[in-house]
């Protein structure tokens, strides 16, 4: 029979430490066993253990000991407790510890297989996961993208498979979610990297100006051109032209810009004579095209040559995960622009950045990091250096809404609960009553939105 695993079991009765022997080595797995913890802590160090089985009552060294001993060792090693019915309290000590599970004794040996088999399947599974995320992580990186999460690692795992072609990508997402700088990974990815990389944003320039900035002009096209000028398409020949907030576009630009996508030629203002570039476009837009195009503002005919391979940048709220090394990047950038050197995090600023909604997206985190650093007195950015932006005013025609802008009702929920455990200390039945809800209402929402109640505070 193949082992599936090493079980180390650590009890000081013979007899049920061989019964355990027996019944866990009939399934496959390779048993080794210890009378004591400090045997069972050689043990571990000498060989490889997948599992420990252990008591709560030992000679010497007790079981809580060894358990914390165990998980100095190895953090990520599934230690599963046994102990009387009597010392419930003590069991749920070692849970909070880092015990994985507990069996009150007497046990039977189905709930101790169960117990060990159910620990084992989460730490195979939890391993197959983080090789899985490494395996993206090696594969789907770029030097100056923060891509850890799933989501943007789907992006970027586009912007691969994009980057070999020369199709025109149109980039989706709201304000500040780094829309600028996927265009420059998909142009440092592609053939075209040795070329230039010229980017322009739509609402920067005023209208009027607009299709001069994009196509030039010839001398003599309107009061003031008393010399010829190229326009960003011939300045981004053989290379990249990224053009953000493509829907703020005038109808009359879109004309040419379509026929630019089409035909590869166009003229400048004030000129006749055709000119014909090889220029890649990205556009990008924090605004929904689809209903531009049903309120008559946006070209249909345009959208579909831009809209050839869509890409949708998630924002900064639904990846928080990459928060802590963004924060990191920026402390660094920070850094290495002044005397000042900052490269710790404190827990509570950490769980304060983690924590809010970021309407601003990455942008406003940069800006957010950059002010605590600026701000901060010593060399660890603390939760009193974090001054977050107070929210936006809505427009007085925003019409009748009571909710942040951008913020559904379930995320306005949920930051409610978060705050209301912040202000309780983690206390679950102080954040209830200020709610107005029951514990177990709270224990459900937060375990809805992925927060483990870890027994704090009752």
């Not at 498979?161 to 600028?180: P, Y």
């Not at 000119?275 to 531009?292: F, G, P, S, Y």
């Not at 195009?293 to 998630?314: M, W």
Request: no cysteine; net charge negative; charged share 30%.
């Amino acid at each position: 029979m193949t082992a599936k695993g090493n079980i180390l079991i650590v009890e000081d009765e013979a007899k049920m430490r061989r019964i355990l022997e027996l019944s866990l080595g009939e399934d496959g797995f390779t048993m080794l066993s210890a009378e004591d913890a400090e045997s069972g802590l050689k043990l571990l160090q000498n060989g490889s253990v997948d599992l420990v089985v252990t008591d709560l009552k030992l000679p010497g060294m007790n079981g809580l000991e060894f358990l914390q001993a165990v998980k100095r060792f190895n953090a990520a090693l599934p230690v599963v407790v046994m102990t009387a019915f009597g010392t419930v309290e003590t069991a749920v000590e070692a849970m909070k510890a880092g015990a994985s599970d507990y069996v009150l004794k007497p046990f039977s040996l189905d709930e101790m297989r169960m117990v060990i088999h159910k620990e084992l399947d989460v730490r195979r599974l939890r391993e197959e996961n983080r090789s899985l995320r490494e395996a993206l992580q090696q594969r789907y990186q770029h030097p100056n993208l923060v891509a850890r999460s799933p989501k943007m690692q789907k992006v970027l795992a586009t912007v691969e498979r994009v980057a070999a072609t020369n199709s025109t990508v149109l980039l989706g997402g709201e304000s500040g979610v780094g829309k600028d700088l996927i265009a420059r990974a998909i142009h440092e990815t592609s053939r075209r990297a040795s070329g230039p990389f010229i980017k322009i944003n739509s609402t920067a320039i005023p209208e009027n100006l607009l299709e001069s900035e994009l196509f030039g002009y010839e001398k003599g096209a309107f009061t003031g051109a008393t010399t010829s000028k190229p326009g960003k398409f011939e300045l981004a020949d053989k290379g990249t032209l990224f053009l953000d907030e493509i829907g703020d576009v005038p109808p009359a630009t879109q004309v040419k810009l379509l026929r630019v996508l089409q035909e590869r030629e166009f003229e400048r203002l004030g000129g006749t004579r055709t000119l014909k570039v090889d220029v890649r476009l990205i556009a990008a837009t924090n605004r929904d095209l689809r209903e531009a195009l049903e309120q008559g503002t946006f070209r249909e005919d345009l959208y579909y040559r831009l809209n050839v391979v869509p890409v949708d940048i998630p924002p900064l709220r639904e990846h928080k995960e990459d928060i802590p090394e963004l924060v990191n990047l920026f402390l660094a950038r920070s850094s290495g622009e002044s005397a000042k050197e900052i490269t710790t995090v404190s827990p509570e600023a950490m769980r304060m950045l983690m924590d809010y909604y970021w309407p601003g997206n990455v942008r406003e985190l940069q800006n957010i990091v950059e002010r605590a650093f600026a701000l901060a007195k010593g060399p660890v950015l603390g939760a009193s250096d974090i001054h977050f932006d107070p929210p936006r005013a809505r427009p007085q025609n925003a019409g009748t809404s009571l909710l942040p802008e951008g913020m559904t009702l379930e995320q306005w929920e949920d930051e409610m609960i978060r705050e209301a455990v912040r202000r309780a200390n983690g206390n679950k039945s102080q954040a209830a009553r200020m709610l107005g809800l029951s514990r177990n209402a709270l224990r459900y929402r937060l375990s809805k939105m992925g927060i483990a109640d870890e027994g704090e505070g009752t």
